[in-house]
């Protein structure tokens, strides 16, 4: 049956620059955010069944309409008058809960393998505007590496580089949900490191590692660690062990550490003490 692998991203910048007051996307946050994608994937399994089903092989991820991919597939259906159904099987890897957008990514694939599925040849635009319905972070990836993209005012830019990067990814017990950590913001100190977006984009494309690393920022983690202080502990104890950073992603609550290779990465894994997953830009 048709296949895909559906891959996370992680954040190593994140402005949360203000709540939109009015326009069709009030209520929402414009963000600055550069994407990288990582070799960490799920595979979604995608093939015609007589009714909608979706089977999952992880305890917690509903298995019904109320799926990011089975509304994915609907939205298919809808738009294009197709009265089949699709039965999608997931195999998950990225954690749930975790700023990896996850779900986002199983949604992206799911609507290409849809398309495939009944031949209907969609363009990028037209695969973009289905998964903005789904959620902010899909379009990205239709395009997947590294880019800028700011959600929901629909800014969504390719960055050219050849950095390769490894990362030491710590999954903790506890999950943020995006109610939470949206629910939690400090209005009064978000977007104050713009600037430092734009150098990491340059940085980026000047394929220079040290600016990139001094250029790591997320203003999720200005509210997220006071609700949840370990999280900040995890990101100190990341960098103590040898990481050349460490920062949440998304809006958490997995901590990503950044080091130059897989040899520094397994040294940094062997000196903590908690279960890690080493993963390198895809």
């Given at each position: 049956m048709p296949s895909r692998?559906?891959?996370a991203r992680i954040t190593p910048a994140l402005d949360i620059v203000k709540k939109l007051a009015d326009?069709?996307?009030?209520?929402?946050?414009e963000l600055g955010i550069i994407k990288h994608?990582?070799?960490?994937?799920?595979?979604?399994?995608?093939?015609?069944?007589d009714t909608m089903e979706v089977v999952c092989d992880r305890d917690g991820v509903p298995?019904?309409?109320?799926?990011?991919?089975?509304?994915a597939v609907e939205s298919i259906k809808q738009e294009f008058g197709i009265g089949e159904n699709a039965r999608i099987t997931l195999t998950k890897n990225?954690?749930?809960r975790g700023g990896l957008a996850g779900g986002s990514s199983n949604a992206a694939a799911t609507l290409l393998l849809a398309?495939?599925?009944?031949?209907?040849?969609l363009s990028r635009k037209q695969l973009c505007s289905l998964g903005g319905k789904l959620g902010m972070d899909v379009p990205y990836?239709?395009?997947?590496?590294?880019?800028?993209?700011?959600?929901?005012?629909?800014?969504l830019q390719p960055i050219s580089t050849d950095m390769r990067f490894y990362f030491i990814l710590v999954i903790p017990e506890i999950g943020v949900s995006t109610k939470e950590a949206y629910g939690s913001i400090d209005y009064s100190a978000i977007n104050r490191?713009?600037?430092?977006?734009?150098?990491?984009?340059?940085?980026l494309g000047e394929n220079n590692y040290d600016m990139v690393v001094k250029s790591i920022h997320n203003d999720f983690e200005l509210s997220v660690f006071q609700s949840h202080p370990e999280l900040q502990n995890i990101r100190d104890t990341l960098i103590n062990a040898g990481c050349h950073a460490a920062f949440m992603s998304g809006s958490g609550s997995t901590i990503v550490g950044v080091v130059r290779d897989q040899r520094e990465a397994l040294t940094v894994c062997n000196r903590v003490n908690y279960t890690t997953i080493i993963a390198s830009t895809l």
């Open positions: 692998k559906a891959y326009g069709e996307c009030k209520g929402f946050h994608q990582i070799g960490l994937y799920d595979m979604v399994h995608l093939e015609k069944a298995c019904d309409k109320t799926n990011i991919c089975w509304k990225i954690p749930a398309d495939e599925l009944w031949g209907l040849n990836f239709f395009y997947g590496k590294t880019a800028f993209d700011t959600e929901s005012t629909g800014i490191h713009r600037e430092m977006t734009e150098r990491m984009e340059q940085a």
